[in-house]
């Protein structure tokens, strides 16, 4: 079960996520600030990378 955003273009798994896109926020890639990111993708790049992503206000 997936929430279409605002556009009907993208689908997220969380309905708050589907509330933001396309409507007033991007997702932003964030290296190496975990506390920063809603959402920390748990593979490191190589080199011990962390990186995530979190909303921020177009
Ligand atoms: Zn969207």
Not at 11 to 19: R, T
Request: hydrophobic letters at 35%.
């Amino acid at each position: 079960m997936t929430h279409k955003c605002k556009s009907g273009r993208h689908a997220w798994l969380f309905e708050e996520d589907a509330a933001k896109c396309c409507n007033g926020f991007r997702r932003m890639l964030v290296f190496n600030d975990p506390k920063a990111c809603d959402s920390v993708v748990l593979n490191l790049l190589p080199g011990g990378v962390s990186y995530g992503y979190r909303w921020e206000p177009v």
